[in-house]
């Protein structure tokens, strides 16, 4: 099985005038391909900071990110933009889908941008694979808050990615909407093998993934396999 | 790309029609935002357009109509009478003509009995021969001249005169039945016709008028309608030398269609520098627009980021957004202002001496478009750059600060573009970098001075924060430097405007004053000249019976300069390198001779002795200095004067400076006593009149007595310069309108886009229990500082901008009457709290939530 991201001594400090503040300490893991993993922990633990860092939404202070054999750590913007659209998908608590775009245009755009063919039917084929095939021309506030994540889930998954980072999917809706959407990600990402992080406050839903790393202060205190795992293995 | 595990494919290339599709996607659901941005530019446009269309079809015009300028193929003026040399040079010339003997002199109306000094013009033969002098009734024109004592009189003066035609007029001693009104003579303006209203009489009775007396003032007109195969252009040429020798000017069709062109053309060059100002003031309310329409697209930018899009792609998708609105601004801009170049004739009419006709110039249409494109896409760079670097962790936490702090060596860039295309802008219209780099100047320290007093302002009011004010005001005064505060945006847009506005009114004022104080107090209002010797004595006592003060008598003798050091007027045109001008040979000089100098005159070299007797030694003379300065003349150089025939050797003694302010017989020569006493010589008496009605009683009088003695009624010119000044102010004030408007719009906008946050605050103030009443004092003393900030700034400005004026371009001293500003101060105060009142009115008048709903 090959390594999907390989997190390597990862350290991330703000500066603010005279203060520093290191919110990651040199953090290490690695995932293979089709891992499902859960990053847990307090608010301001930096979980958020390690999937922004991981998916290369942002730059590390030290340390390396190597995300499907490419490393991050010296590249451009734009260049990790471009890998960004080669090889990663998201899916946010607040949904961010854009305002102007419709659904269907939402979920087309990454396959525009990597200038692919028959853009519309895979993006139709995607809605009704989440179940709005009919709401493709409807505006993001037109949509209740499922649908939206739905949508954006459909659009997470229109490039292909080979590893999917989503931060509290389930965050900003009620629990039946949640459970879901929740199983749709699963299922889709089961459907397409790709590697899942996962950024949650919900421990029901971490232990869903085969592997959990809590994170405290910016330090990892643990990395176990999850019963998930264990019950296969037995 | 550097280090990497694997290489990353070749990027993708720009999908230039994904990019503008994404920007129209985009655009769809931000119209009404984007539609704000159009209007800040739309008036700019419209202004360019509207006058450069108007100059090109006045210079189509011209072209057209160019014989009917000059009404001849070529016109010859000189002041010496024709005889001699210059008879036989006329007369060379050959083909159809018409003399014209033009001088001013007073002329009496009978009907009304008043009396007006006006520019008599004497007429033989068949004058106009393209085009026609325009008279009611029509056929006057012609009539005029078949026979009998019959005379043109502008309309305005039958008007002013309360006479018609069939009344009588007098000029001189000769009395003319008025047979026509006249409307319109080849070339001439109504501006002109403001300043020497004409008066025609046949030729063939000038000298029955008395009028033509030694020493007068007199041109003499030829006009020649040459024969079909003559180029008058290759006449002239041959003729020049000779010409030039005796002091003929000449006007052909072409250079007179040229020197029309180009007085006009600097006129319009002016008129689209005002708008051009409106136009970059409209950039101001699109740099603005855009800044804010970025700030809320940031999210969106974001997760494009996150979703792949390279900065680039980013920018050139807003940058496709901000294009094809400035095209569609440009082009509203341009329609609009080839409608209005429909009534710019109207506006213009009093300085045209042509029929203009109105038709759509697509030159025009096409450079307004291209520039308001060009225009509103560099402003809006400066905004559009930042999207470039908005970092795709903001998905994540729209807490961080969304663009790095990183020096962008672009914005640079783009300030200089910005400037450069000021520059060149400007150097398009006005045709000089010299006069190019003070517009751009002038503009950018406007910018500079407005941006900085509103920072200032926002300092002041942070730093000396009154604590203990009531909540309301404290509220307001916050408002002025809160995050995403309208200061600085109103105090440059509107404050530009109030500068523009303040300036004419001021330059207008000071400009008539100027002359008015001359005319002030005990000096002199009434200036009688062409007094013959023998009547001096007469004109004396009639001023005196009249019971009016003789404040000057004075003298004046008329001569011509032969040389200067043993130069002649061959020697000096031959070595242009004397850069002595070529009028101090031609013109004629009006001299007068007394032993000491006067109130208006002090000393700046030399001394001034006063009397000399001419049989011993050279006549000393005295020169005004900035006259000496052009002549390149000073202490001991030698000036020969020929005073009517006779040859007189002069020598530079003493210089002075003269205050030409002062209602005086002023003189660039003064000639001491004791050599001029025997010349012919006519005086000029100067009085001072209590009322009207004693001026036109004396006037009159002295008209029936002395016909040939003029009058100058220092009233009548105040009244004919604030006329003048009016009509070009209301040209220019025209223009500055759309200055105003554009600030008027560029404030709508910005209290339209910083809606949003006014809806939050508000609703949260209305929340915690704030009345509409407080809301609405809030917003209306914010206004109430900004307007005031921005006017009261704006007339700061326009104050400084006037003394520049004022010194360096028309030499005048700088007292200006302040009060009229305070209008211009209230009126823009008050228009900006209006209204920033009316924008707010959605916020006050609904329930918080519904608001909320609505808006958020």
């Known amino acids: 099985m090959s390594t ?14 005279d203060r520093h503040l290191t919110v990651l300490h040199e953090v290490n893991f690695a995932l293979q391909a089709g891992d499902t993993c859960s990053i847990v922990g307090p608010s301001g633990s930096g979980k958020t900071t390690l999937l922004g860092l991981c998916a290369g939404l942002d730059r590390a202070s030290s340390g390396s990110v190597i995300l499907n054999g490419v490393k991050l750590d010296n ?51 995607l809605l009704a694979r989440v179940g709005l095939a009919e709401r493709g021309d409807h505006y993001p506030t037109q949509l209740s808050g499922g649908e939206q994540q739905r949508v954006s889930i459909a659009r997470a998954f229109s490039n292909r990615p080979t590893i999917l980072f989503a931060d509290e999917p389930t965050g900003n809706l009620d629990e039946e909407t949640g459970t879901r959407v929740e199983q749709l990600l699963f299922d889709l990402n089961k459907e397409a093998g790709t590697t899942l992080v996962l950024v949650t406050h919900d421990l029901e839903l971490a232990e869903k993934t085969n592997r959990i790393i809590r994170i405290k202060g910016g330090h990892i205190v643990s990395d176990e396999v999850t019963a998930l795992i264990k019950n296969q293995e037995l | 790309m550097s280090d990497n595990y694997i290489h990353l494919p070749e990027k993708p290339k720009l999908n230039l029609r994904w990019l503008l599709l994404m920007a129209w996607r985009d655009s769809r659901r931000n119209r009404g935002k984007l539609a704000l941005f159009i209007s800040s530019i739309v008036l700019g446009i419209a202004a360019l357009v509207a006058i450069n269309s108007f100059s090109d079809n006045l210079s189509i015009d011209i072209e057209r109509q160019a014989k009917s300028l000059i009404g001849a193929d070529l016109v010859m003026a000189g002041n010496k009478p024709p005889e001699g040399e210059i008879a036989t040079l006329i007369d060379s010339i050959g083909g159809e003509r018409s003399d014209e003997v033009r001088f001013v002199s007073m002329v009496y109306f ?47 003066l039958l008007l002013q005169f309360n006479t018609k035609p069939g009344d009588s007029i007098r000029v001189g001693t000769m009395t003319f039945e008025i047979a026509g009104a006249l409307h319109k003579i080849p070339g ?43 180029d008058a252009d290759k006449l002239v040429k041959k003729l020049e030398p000779r010409l030039d020798e005796e002091g003929i000017n000449f006007d052909t069709v072409k250079s007179r269609q040229e020197s029309t062109g180009r007085a006009y053309s600097d006129l319009a060059s002016f008129l689209a520098l005002v708008g051009f100002v409106a136009l970059l003031l409209g950039c101001v309310g699109v740099a603005s627009a855009v800044h804010v329409y970025i700030r809320e697209k940031l999210a969106t930018i974001g997760v494009l980021r996150c979703i792949g899009v390279s900065g680039k792609q980013a920018f050139l998708i807003y940058l496709f957004q901000v294009l094809v609105m400035g095209f569609i601004g440009a082009t509203i801009g341009a329609l609009l202002g080839s409608l209005i170049q429909l009534y710019l004739p109207q506006l213009f009419k009093a300085f045209l001496p042509v029929e203009v006709t109105v038709a759509v110039s697509w030159g025009a249409i096409a450079e307004g478009i291209g520039i308001g494109v060009l225009v509103s896409v560099l402003f809006a760079l400066l905004p559009l750059l930042s999207i470039r670097n908005v970092s795709p962790i903001i998905t994540l936490r729209s ?55 509103a920072r200032g302002m926002m300092w002041l009011v942070k730093r000396f924060f009154p604590v203990n004010w009531g909540y309301v005001w404290r509220q307001s005064l916050a408002n002025l430097y809160r995050p995403n505060n309208q200061t600085l945006l109103l105090t440059v847009s509107v404050g530009l405007g109030a500068a523009l506005i303040a300036t004419l009114v001021l330059m207008q004022r000071l400009l008539v004053s100027e002359v008015a104080i001359s005319g002030s107090e005990h000096q002199p209002n009434l200036v009688l000249f062409d007094i013959q010797n023998a009547q001096k004595e007469g004109v004396v006592e009639l001023t005196k019976a009249e019971g009016l003060p003789v404040q000057q008598l004075v003298p004046v003798v008329t001569m011509r300069l032969e040389e200067i050091n043993g130069l002649t007027a061959a020697d000096v045109r031959k070595d242009t390198t004397l850069g002595i001008p070529d009028w101090a040979f031609t013109r004629e000089y009006r001299v007068t001779y007394r032993d000491t100098l006067i109130d208006s005159e002090s000393e700046v070299e030399g001394k001034w002795t006063g009397t000399v007797n001419p049989d011993t030694e050279v006549i000393p003379i005295s020169l005004e200095d900035r006259y000496a300065e052009r002549l390149k003349a000073k202490l001991g150089d030698t000036l020969v004067f020929n005073v009517q025939g006779a040859l007189m050797k002069t020598r530079v003694a003493h210089l002075r400076e003269i205050d030409w ?5 002023n003189f660039l020569v003064l000639f001491p006593k004791g050599v001029l006493e025997e010349a012919p010589q006519f005086h000029i008496l100067m009085t001072r009149t209590q009322s009207d009605q004693q001026s036109a009683q004396f006037q009159r009088t002295l008209v029936q007595q002395f016909p040939n003695v003029s009058a100058i009624d220092l009233d009548l010119i105040l009244q004919t310069l604030d006329e003048i000044l009016s009509k070009i102010s ?21 209290v339209n886009i910083s809606k949003f946050q006014r809806i939050q605050e508000s609703v949260l103030l209305r929340t915690l229990g704030a009345s509409r009443k407080q809301i ?81």
Request: aromatic residues 12%; glycine residues 8%.
């Open chain 1, 4 to 17: 999907i991201l390989d997190i390597q001594n990862l350290t991330k400090t703000y500066d603010s005038g």
């Open chain 1, 75 to 125: 590249m451009s913007e734009d260049e990790r933009a471009q890998v960004r659209n080669m090889y990663v998908g998201f899916v946010f608590q607040n949904f961010q889908l854009i305002p102007t775009l419709t659904a269907l245009e939402n979920v087309m755009v990454p396959l525009e941008l990597r200038g692919e063919r028959n853009v519309q039917r895979q993006a139709q084929e």
């Open chain 2, 110 to 156: 009978q009907a009304s009995q008043g009396t007006r000094l006006v520019q008599v013009r004497a007429l033989e033969g068949g004058f106009p021969y393209y085009g026609a002098i325009e008279t009611e009734p029509a056929e006057a024109s012609r009539s005029f001249r078949k026979g009998g004592r019959r005379a043109l009189v502008d309309q305005t």
């Open chain 2, 188 to 230: 001439q303006s109504a501006v002109t016709a403001t300043i020497a209203p004409a008066v025609y009489i046949p030729r063939e009775y000038l000298e029955q008028t008395g009028l033509l007396q030694k020493g007068s003032r007199i041109s003499y007109y030829y006009y020649f309608k040459l024969p079909a195969n003559t």
């Open chain 2, 399 to 453: 807490s961080v600060e969304h663009l790095t702090n990183q020096k962008d060596p672009l914005r640079l860039a783009v300030y200089s573009l910005i400037l450069v295309f000021v520059l060149l802008f400007a150097y398009f219209q006005l045709g000089n970098w010299l006069r190019a780099l003070g517009f751009t100047g002038g503009v950018v320290v406007g910018f500079i001075v407005l941006a900085l007093i």
């Open chain 2, 661 to 665: 302010n002062r209602v005086q017989s």
């Open chain 2, 730 to 750: 209301f040209v220019i004030r025209f223009m500055a309108l759309f200055s105003i408007t554009t600030g008027l719009l560029v404030l709508i906008g910005s």
């Open chain 2, 776 to 856: 609405l004092t809030i917003t209306a003393f914010e206004y109430l500082l900004l307007g005031a900030l921005a006017s009261g700034t704006g007339v700061i400005l326009a104050v400084f901008a006037s003394w520049a004026l004022a010194v360096f371009s028309f030499e005048v001293n700088f007292v200006p009457e302040l009060w009229p500003l305070l209008p211009v101060f209230l009126g823009i105060t008050f228009l900006t709290v209006v209204i920033g009142i009316v924008n707010s009115r959605g916020i006050l008048s609904r329930p918080p939530l519904e608001v909320l709903r609505r808006e958020v």
